[in-house]
């Protein structure tokens, strides 16, 4: 079966540096997102990777092992409205999303 | 603003009413899409429509009825809905199906079925 996995929730502190860790099982592969949603607001696009390696945007950086079926958002220089649920969720074969049920991250001053 | 619009915002209804949720999407994309989120659970993919053809239809119940009547503008009528429906529920948005491209979502509507 298809499946993603990832904490359901971390604390951080400001100013310092976080890694949410998502695993996934899908039949085929047509790349990872990160979506980030603040509570009740809508999912927000973060990135996308479909190649391994490290994609560096900003404060935020997303990684991929295709073989390992692993990957990581790291968040640098936590500010507090980083406080929000992170969304991961790999494309399969058929183009169609399948989701993980997203990790909670509450940062502290 | 992602450019995707829903509403009503919040709405609480009760097991034997018929309600409409309304998705309007500002961004020329040809691909809608029905999310169902419930607490601490993966988001649920409901309905696609690409270019207002319905193309996915992932076993949903019949008591959640989606119309689609331009690429702009999606509804989801509900009817005599049971209270495991209470749930959040987002539409979204993409240039087309069929391609790794983002969706955009819109902020959910907030369902209570009591």
């Known amino acids: 079966g298809q499946n993603i996995d990832q904490p359901t929730e971390m604390t951080a502190t400001e100013g310092a540096i976080v890694q949410i860790n998502c695993t996934y099982q899908t039949s085929g592969f047509n790349g990872l997102f990160w979506y980030q949603q603040h509570a009740g607001e809508a999912p927000t696009f973060l990135s996308y990777?479909?190649l391994d390696g490290l994609e560096e945007k900003g404060r935020f950086s997303s990684f991929l092992s295709r073989s390992k079926g692993y990957s990581y958002l790291l968040l640098k220089e936590l500010q507090m409205k980083d406080s929000a649920s992170y969304l991961c969720?790999?494309?399969?074969?058929?183009?169609?999303?399948?989701w993980g049920a997203g990790t909670k991250l509450i940062i502290k001053p | 603003e992602t450019g995707v619009t829903q509403t009503p915002r919040h709405l609480v209804m009760g097991m034997t009413n018929k309600k409409s949720l309304k998705c309007e999407q500002h961004l020329g994309h040809n691909a809608m899409y029905w999310y169902k989120q419930s607490a601490k659970k993966p988001l649920e993919l409901m309905f696609v429509y690409s270019l207002e053809e319905r193309v996915e239809n992932n076993s949903v119940p019949s008591r959640f009825s989606p119309e689609c009547p331009n690429s702009s503008h999606l509804f989801l009528h509900l009817h005599t809905l049971q209270p495991e429906d209470s749930a959040l529920y987002l539409c979204a948005s993409s240039p087309k199906t069929g391609q790794p491209i983002e969706a955009f979502f819109g902020q959910g509507t907030r369902l209570t079925v009591v």
């Open positions: 990777n479909v």
């Open positions: 969720a790999s494309m399969d074969s058929n183009y169609q999303l399948i």
